[in-house]
């Protein structure tokens, strides 16, 4: 069946190269961007049609996906880790009752549903170095706990009603197009504009503190190659471990000093968000991901730092 696709939280950073990827995968007029304001943002809301959802209002969402016989919704609105903790409430209504929406309007109109799942579902009683795909997971920020209940609902929605759904557990994503939206791992995407500006970047995760992240293709890729697997070989589809890289801060700096040698980190911590990085693994297994859909990353943070830096260049028009 030929795809007609909804992607919710269509602006954030996912979303603004995401959508682009589906377009150029399944037609523009074949993707539907949407998020809760209209923002300018030209490559997403010019390039196809856009609506504004709110995705606590059921009713819109369902319009909209009758309005384009919509079969495919990619679920992305979400609140991050580091504003959920400042916000739990906001977070638990936005991630569980947005995506029971999804999921609800999924049975009733028979869509596919992607949406990501996060490192955020493990906490600190998971083994932290090749964390399994199965394992203990006991998250201590309401961000993991919203993640750890929606890969369960997916799981539900799949056992009990035939749902497809698929999902993958992202790392920090690091990209140029669009800025992260209030995570955890953010630290990784803004050390490269400030290292251009100013040359320096003040961190507020620790040194040694290792994260897994991935370069943005990477993640466009696992999110179209999933979309589209062969529903058979698939065991584990709410979600994924997929993994690419693991870094801390100085490392992270040592690879763009490199590029920039005068480059200098210092460090002034958040412990909120100190306190999350600590909770979570330092590395992934993604086994049963390149077992079970052939997922293999591209970028390690040699090739992704180089990129990094030339598309933040060119830019800026620097
Ligand atoms: P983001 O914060 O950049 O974007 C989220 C988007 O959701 C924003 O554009 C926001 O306006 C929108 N939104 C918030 N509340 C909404 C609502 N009520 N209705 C409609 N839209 C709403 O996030 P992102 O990084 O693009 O993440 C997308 C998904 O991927 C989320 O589920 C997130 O948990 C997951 N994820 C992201 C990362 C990462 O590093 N970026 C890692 C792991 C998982
Ligand atoms: N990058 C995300 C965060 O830090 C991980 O899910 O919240």
């Known amino acids: 069946m030929k795809k007609r696709i909804l992607i919710t939280g269509s602006l954030g950073q996912i979303g603004t190269e995401l959508t682009k990827h589906l377009r150029g995968i399944y037609g523009n007029d074949k993707v539907v961007a949407s998020d809760m304001v209209k923002k300018d943002v030209p490559e997403v809301t010019e390039t196809g049609a856009f609506e504004v959802i709110d995705v606590l209002d059921s009713k819109r969402l369902a319009d909209v996906v009758s309005k384009y016989k919509i079969n495919t ?5 979400a609140i991050l880790s580091g504003v959920g903790e400042h916000k739990p409430s906001l977070a638990y209504n936005v991630n569980l009752n947005g995506l029971y929406h ?6 009733e109109k028979e869509c596919q549903v992607f949406t990501p799942s996060s490192i955020a579902v493990f906490g600190p009683d998971t083994p932290k170095d090749g964390t399994p795909q199965n394992t203990i997971m006991r998250p201590t920020t309401m961000y993991g706990v919203t993640k750890v209940a929606g890969e369960l609902l997916c799981d539900y929605y799949f ?5 497809d759904t698929r999902g993958v ?3 920090g994503l690091v990209s140029y197009a669009a800025l ?3 995570g955890t791992t953010d630290y990784a995407v803004h050390i490269f504009y400030d290292a251009l500006e100013k040359q320096a970047y003040e961190s507020f995760i620790a040194a040694g503190t290792y994260m897994d ?3 943005m ?6 999110v179209s190659s999933l979309m589209e697997a062969n529903p058979e070989k698939l065991v584990h589809r709410n979600a994924f471990n997929v993994a690419s890289m693991s870094f801390e801060p100085e490392e992270l700096a040592a690879e763009i000093r490199k590029h920039i040698p005068e480059f200098e980190v210092t460090y002034n911590i958040d412990p909120v968000r100190q306190a999350i990085a600590e909770s979570w693994p330092n590395s992934l297994d993604d086994t049963c991901a390149r077992e079970e859909w052939g997922w293999e990353p591209k ?4 090739s992704m730092v180089s990129d990094m830096l030339e598309q933040l260049k060119k830019k800026q028009g620097k």
């Open 159 to 163: 056992k009990r009603f035939g749902v």
């Open 169 to 171: 557990r992202f790392p």
């Open 73 to 77: 919704i990619v679920h992305l609105a």
């Open 217 to 222: 293709p990477d993640a466009l890729h696992a």
């Open 299 to 302: 970028y390690d943070i040699s």
């Open 213 to 215: 992240m991935m370069y």
């Open 180 to 182: 992260p939206g209030g």
């Open 102 to 107: 999804v999921l609800e309007i999924a049975r």
